[in-house]
């Protein structure tokens, strides 16, 4: 076999992130042995003929050319973006099959990535929305795009503005965008007269390559529970009359916008994060509700963006701590503080350990906005060991300690303080299972161990998935 042939593939199993697994017979030294192809675009239950793209020793890599005999799982995708736009990569697959496969992964990784045995795996939850269910957006402006009815990607039409989604690994060009399932109907509505309004004002596009141009970014955050929307337009600089003129003629037409935001993003990073902001209509943030608690959310604020699944996600970790209200509990990675004020009425205390500065004034905000008085938020760097903030302020030991990392885990010197503090329970929320496993091994040496597990499909259509595991110190201190 070589790079670029087209051979015939059934696929038997799924793998994490979206590929399906084949196995051919290919002669060796010691006879035939099984050699494993990872075919993107593939499903368990296929017959397929798929080109290869990578060669390697004990494994290959290849992406469907054809589906010759489709799996029972596999539907018609609504989107006609799909296969070009990466956002929605098993939107062919019924919703049945792909919350049986996240499941499946979660726990493949727990017992062979993590050789983790006699823990109970509880059933993923499922989100009630699988179309409309993001409560942010973000797009970018381009004035090289790709239109879907494209089949060769080397190929694309230069345009005055596009404004859509980036085509993975290519990130000079944009798929123009009409239509996306995952925000509201409203913001679509909105993204098309935003970008006819720049076409018609004859706006210019910023550019990575010569790092000029105006028009960056656009970002839309609604609400599920108060309606509030926010429209942020990410410019390379200000202007003051045109966003003026742009903000009266947007509330105009949409009267259901409550704020708008310009981002003004001085870096050359292309990012959809301001230097600093200016706000042209409203207050600037929008609100909305996880349980029973209002969050203040502003422009470059983080909030889980699937609102209705991030409250089962967190009664989920609530659940496993089963507190009693003597507890104290520390957050780490708490962000704007969601999880440590979800939890606030079951514990005694909640410290929260965020490193991102203006972060932990977001979550001081919503603190306020509930009139909670048992929780606390303290910056510290948890790339570094954050005990001595705990000294400093003579913080309690925690009783439970829970942890939402980014998807790349916890680093090694986070994992030995909170060994180092040893808290009877541990809850690990996680993007990301792979390297969640990674720091579970680690707690498991220093003696905890793996009580149980549940997923939650946050992100319907992609192979994303988190989940929560619960940890108990064997020999309590």
Same mark, same amino acid.
Request: net charge neutral; hydrophobic share 40%.
């Given at each position: 076999m070589k790079k670029g042939d087209i051979i015939s593939l059934?696929?038997?199993?799924?793998?994490?992130e979206g590929k399906g697994i084949a196995k051919i017979n290919v002669p060796g030294n010691s006879g035939e042995k099984?050699?494993?192809?990872? *075919?993107?675009?593939?499903?368990?239950?296929?017959? *397929? !003929?798929?080109k290869l793209t990578k060669i390697k020793k004990s494994y290959a890599e290849a992406k469907v050319q054809a589906v010759i005999l489709p799996s029972a799982g596999r539907i018609q995708a609504r989107c006609k973006y799909f296969g070009i736009c990466g956002g929605c990569r098993q939107q062919d697959l019924n919703y049945e099959s792909q919350i049986i496969y996240k499941q499946n992964q979660v726990v493949e990784i727990f017992t062979k990535m993590g050789g983790f045995k006699d823990f109970k795996i509880e059933p993923i939850i499922p989100a009630e929305n699988i179309f409309y269910y993001r409560n942010k957006m973000e797009f970018s402006f381009a004035n090289r795009r790709w239109h879907h009815d494209l089949q060769d990607l080397q190929d694309f039409r230069e345009e005055e503005i596009a404004l859509g989604l980036h085509v993975p690994n290519i990130y000079d060009k944009v798929l123009d965008i009409e239509e996306c399932f995952l925000q509201s109907r409203l913001s679509n509505d909105i993204l098309n007269f935003i970008r006819k309004y720049f076409k018609e004002k004859g706006s210019t596009v910023y550019s990575i390559r010569t790092h000029s141009g105006y028009l960056r970014n656009l970002v839309i955050r609604t609400s599920f529970h108060t309606k509030d929307l926010m429209v942020n337009l990410v410019t390379s600089g200000e202007?003051?009359? &045109?966003?003026? =003129?742009?903000?009266?003629n947007l509330i105009e037409k949409f009267q259901e916008i409550t704020t708008v935001v310009n981002n003004i993003n001085l870096k050359k990073a292309a990012i959809a994060v301001g230097d600093y902001e200016k706000v042209y209509f409203g207050e600037g943030f929008i609100y909305d509700y996880i349980g029973r608690y209002k969050f203040r959310i502003s422009a470059n604020s983080f909030f889980q963006t699937n609102t209705l699944q991030a409250e089962k996600l967190?009664? #989920?970790?609530?659940?496993?701590?089963e507190l009693t209200g003597r507890e104290i509990v520390y957050?780490?990675?708490?962000?704007?503080? #969601?999880?440590?004020?979800?939890?606030?009425?079951?514990? +005694?205390?909640?410290?929260?350990?965020?490193? *991102? =500065?203006?972060? *932990?004034?977001?979550?001081?905000?919503?603190?306020? &906005?509930?009139?909670?008085?048992?929780?606390?938020?303290?910056?510290?760097?948890l790339y570094k060991s954050f005990? !001595? +903030?705990?000294?400093?302020?003579?913080?309690?030991e925690p009783d439970v300690l829970i942890l939402d990392?980014?998807?790349?885990?916890?680093?090694? #010197? #986070?994992?030995?303080?909170?060994?180092?503090? !040893?808290? &009877?329970?541990?809850?690990?929320v996680s993007?990301?299972?792979?390297?969640q496993v990674r720091d579970i091994k680690l707690f498991a040496e220093a003696g905890y161990k793996l009580i149980k597990i549940r997923p939650v499909d946050m992100f319907p259509h992609s192979y994303h998935i988190e989940n929560v595991a619960l940890l108990i110190k064997e020999n309590n201190r």
């Amino acid at each position: 076999m070589k790079k670029g042939d087209i051979i015939s593939l059934e696929i038997e199993k799924y793998a994490f992130e979206g590929k399906g697994i084949a196995k051919i017979n290919v002669p060796g030294n010691s006879g035939e042995k099984n050699y494993v192809v990872f *075919v993107d675009g593939a499903y368990p239950g296929d017959k *397929v !003929s798929a080109k290869l793209t990578k060669i390697k020793k004990s494994y290959a890599e290849a992406k469907v050319q054809a589906v010759i005999l489709p799996s029972a799982g596999r539907i018609q995708a609504r989107c006609k973006y799909f296969g070009i736009c990466g956002g929605c990569r098993q939107q062919d697959l019924n919703y049945e099959s792909q919350i049986i496969y996240k499941q499946n992964q979660v726990v493949e990784i727990f017992t062979k990535m993590g050789g983790f045995k006699d823990f109970k795996i509880e059933p993923i939850i499922p989100a009630e929305n699988i179309f409309y269910y993001r409560n942010k957006m973000e797009f970018s402006f381009a004035n090289r795009r790709w239109h879907h009815d494209l089949q060769d990607l080397q190929d694309f039409r230069e345009e005055e503005i596009a404004l859509g989604l980036h085509v993975p690994n290519i990130y000079d060009k944009v798929l123009d965008i009409e239509e996306c399932f995952l925000q509201s109907r409203l913001s679509n509505d909105i993204l098309n007269f935003i970008r006819k309004y720049f076409k018609e004002k004859g706006s210019t596009v910023y550019s990575i390559r010569t790092h000029s141009g105006y028009l960056r970014n656009l970002v839309i955050r609604t609400s599920f529970h108060t309606k509030d929307l926010m429209v942020n337009l990410v410019t390379s600089g200000e202007n003051e009359s &045109l966003m003026k =003129e742009f903000a009266n003629n947007l509330i105009e037409k949409f009267q259901e916008i409550t704020t708008v935001v310009n981002n003004i993003n001085l870096k050359k990073a292309a990012i959809a994060v301001g230097d600093y902001e200016k706000v042209y209509f409203g207050e600037g943030f929008i609100y909305d509700y996880i349980g029973r608690y209002k969050f203040r959310i502003s422009a470059n604020s983080f909030f889980q963006t699937n609102t209705l699944q991030a409250e089962k996600l967190y009664q #989920t970790a609530l659940d496993f701590a089963e507190l009693t209200g003597r507890e104290i509990v520390y957050d780490l990675y708490s962000g704007a503080g #969601t999880i440590s004020i979800f939890i606030s009425g079951n514990a +005694k205390a909640v410290y929260g350990f965020e490193n *991102v =500065e203006s972060a *932990v004034k977001d979550a001081e905000e919503n603190k306020k &906005l509930n009139e909670i008085e048992n929780v606390h938020f303290i910056n510290a760097d948890l790339y570094k060991s954050f005990l !001595s +903030k705990i000294e400093l302020r003579e913080i309690p030991e925690p009783d439970v300690l829970i942890l939402d990392p980014p998807r790349s885990g916890m680093h090694k #010197t #986070t994992v030995e303080d909170v060994i180092q503090l !040893s808290p &009877l329970k541990i809850v690990y929320v996680s993007c990301n299972p792979a390297t969640q496993v990674r720091d579970i091994k680690l707690f498991a040496e220093a003696g905890y161990k793996l009580i149980k597990i549940r997923p939650v499909d946050m992100f319907p259509h992609s192979y994303h998935i988190e989940n929560v595991a619960l940890l108990i110190k064997e020999n309590n201190r």
